[in-house]
């Protein structure tokens, strides 16, 4: 059963005891030149570009096995929302030839499979602790080097930290009072038991309709007994329409994989999408529909990141898609009440996280399955047996909290990270973050945070900026490696430079004007309750020409010793 938050992963090892012997001599504390924590895609192939330099690399791993969100996210439903084959790694033509997809969009046990694939291929576990949750990170200033503890108090010290802890990787529970009385089965989608869960005859609760809850809806409803969704804030949700990669796709991905990347470079977010180059009002209300129509039938994200180029930041343009998708759910939704509460009314359709769905709304047609619109009757609690909102108390066997992440700053604030004169990140970060390119921070020397806030990543195709983030911190430390430096850290100047430049990008978005998790806001999560832009809307393109500038000039923005 799940504590109150910080939500534990069902699966993270309780910390063995450990007594210490006060007459044991402190045993050595190992040394590295790299300790990354984390060993999702980003921790992996930052394993792999570091050893390329020669350099010993550790990894720390709060998991039992790599993949990160694919090890930790095995929930029922769980799947990708970016096509398969441009999600995979490119830096490896072997692991491109060996590797194949068997779906567009592939489900999580394939997606798992392929990361220990790489890390079998790569060799990489046995430069990887597992069962490794760091709980601190220190900077000695003397030593120019940073020392790590994890929770049950290994230490190792390394010249370079590289956080690699993930985007989504902080589940967060909501705060209802009650929740660790329920004495059925109760699971957070983050943290699934790796053995099967069935759901058949049985009463269960889903809380949660964000990207998660609608995958895992879709998926409980084909077999249990009797569903009750429990949502707080509707999303917009597109058909994904998923298929299987047939001999001839296969043939044509492997020969097209330069082609693909390309694409996915030039582009916005390094989807495969590009943006259509009409406005939406430009062009007749016929057109406009019959374009909608194409993307609503055509895979994956094409409806929100290949739309009209200014459904995200045209109001008025936003407004024509949005009604569409309004249409497309009475559509599809028998009961008038049903479609109206799955309707969202705070936020225009592509503003929040779009959930690729496979039959979503026609899980509200069936006979066993409830929506509870927790905006009329909120939860007051959870009870032994079941769920008490303001109005009544229904009886469960099961509750499924898909109540999502301390997104992008949550596997920060779990760590206790403290720079140069002992300042916590914690509370650097206290108004919103505050970085250099994403990449570093001031105060916090050879510290690099692949996928951290304000860097471009966050709003990728991940894998995709994950490269490109990795490659570019492995440039720099053989810049280091090769002038004999020891030292980098970026000048205030420059992170308040980039800071600036991070919100005035944002600014021109609708996303900026709705509550989400891209803003900062997370009603789970004390503290967590002024927006702050947390991403980089700036495109990955612009993202990787200003990053590639400012390494030709030498790491403008950066002291280097
Ligand atoms: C359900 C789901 C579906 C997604 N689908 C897509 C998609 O279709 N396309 C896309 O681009 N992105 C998707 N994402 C985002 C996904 O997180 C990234 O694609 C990518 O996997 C991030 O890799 P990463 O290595 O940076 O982070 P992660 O995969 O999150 O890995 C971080 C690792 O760090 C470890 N860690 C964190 N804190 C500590 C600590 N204190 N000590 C030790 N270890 C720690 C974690 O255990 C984890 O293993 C999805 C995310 C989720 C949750």
Redesign the pocket.
């Known amino acids: 059963m799940p504590s109150s938050e910080p939500a534990p992963p069902a699966r993270e090892p309780a910390p063995p005891a450990r007594e210490a012997d006060p007459r044991a001599a402190a045993p050595a504390v190992p040394s590295y030149d790299v300790v990354v ?7 992996m192939y930052q394993l792999h570009a570091a050893r390329t330099l020669g350099l010993t690399v550790r990894v ?4 039992s096995g790599v993949g ?6 095995r929930y029922p439903g ?1 799947r ?3 096509e398969s084959w441009t ?1 995979g790694y490119s830096f490896s033509e072997e692991v491109l030839r060996e590797w194949q997809w068997s779906e567009h969009f592939s489900a999580q046990p394939e997606t798992l499979r392929y990361c220990n694939f790489v890390a079998d291929k790569l060799d990489l576990r046995r430069d990887i602790e597992f069962d ?3 709980r601190s990170a220190t900077y000695d200033e003397a030593a120019r080097a940073w020392e790590i503890e994890t929770i049950d108090g290994r230490r190792a010290r390394g010249r370079f930290l590289i956080t ?6 902080a589940p967060t529970m909501p705060r209802i009072p009650g929740v660790p009385d329920f004495r059925g089965e109760a699971y957070h989608t ?1 943290g699934w038991p790796h053995e099967p869960v069935s759901f058949a005859g049985k009463r269960v609760a889903v809380i949660g309709t964000g990207a ?1 809850g609608v995958q895992a809806i879709t998926e409980i409803a084909k077999t249990v007994g009797h569903l009750t969704v429990f949502q707080r804030t509707p999303n917009w949700c597109a058909p994904l329409h998923n298929s299987p990669i047939d001999a001839d796709a296969q043939r044509d991905i492997q020969a097209r994989y330069p082609e693909i990347f390309e694409t996915c470079r030039e582009s916005f977010g390094c989807f495969i999408h590009q943006h259509d180059p009409r406005k939406a009002l430009e062009v007749s209300p016929e057109v406009r529909d019959a374009f909608y129509e194409q993307r609503y039938r055509e895979p994956g994200f094409g409806i929100w990141m290949g739309n009209f180029r200014d459904i995200l930041v045209d109001q008025a343009a936003n407004d024509t898609i949005t009604a569409f998708m309004r249409r497309k759910i009475r559509e599809r939704v028998r009961a008038p009440k049903t479609a109206e509460a799955l309707t969202p009314t705070n936020h225009g359709f592509g503003t929040r996280r779009v959930p690729l769905e496979s039959g979503y709304y026609e899980v509200f047609n069936q006979d066993n399955v409830e929506l509870v619109d927790l905006r009329a009757t909120p939860i007051e609690r959870i009870t032994p047996t079941g769920i008490r909102t303001s109005d009544r108390e229904r009886a469960f066997d099961m509750i499924v909290y898909a109540t999502g992440f301390d997104a992008i700053t949550g ?1 920060f604030d ?2 206790d990270i403290r720079g140069a004169g002992g300042v916590r990140l914690r509370d650097k970060w206290a108004g919103g973050p505050r970085t250099y390119l994403g990449i570093q921070i001031a105060g916090f020397p050879n510290m690099f945070t ?2 951290g806030p304000h860097n471009a990543a966050s709003f ?4 995709r900026c ?1 490269e490109q983030n990795v490659d570019w911190v492995t440039g720099l430390l053989r810049h280091l490696q090769s002038e004999n430096l020891t030292c980098v850290e970026p000048t205030p100047a420059a992170e308040a430079a980039w800071t600036q430049h991070v919100h005035e990008t944002a600014q021109r978005f609708l996303l900026t004007k709705v509550d989400s998790w891209m803003m900062g806001i997370n009603s789970n999560v004390a503290g967590k309750d002024t927006r702050t832009f947390l991403l980089y809307a700036g495109g990955a393109p612009a993202y990787r020409k200003r990053c590639d500038e400012v390494a030709a000039k030498g790491y403008e923005g950066f002291v280097l010793q």
């Open positions: 924590i984390g060993a999702g895609l980003s921790g720390f791993e709060a998991g990160g969100t694919w090890y930790w996210n769980a990708f929302d970016s999600y490794a949750r760091i690699a802890i993930g985007p989504l990787s983050a998660t596997a779990r760590i692949l996928v990728c195709n991940i894998p994950i």
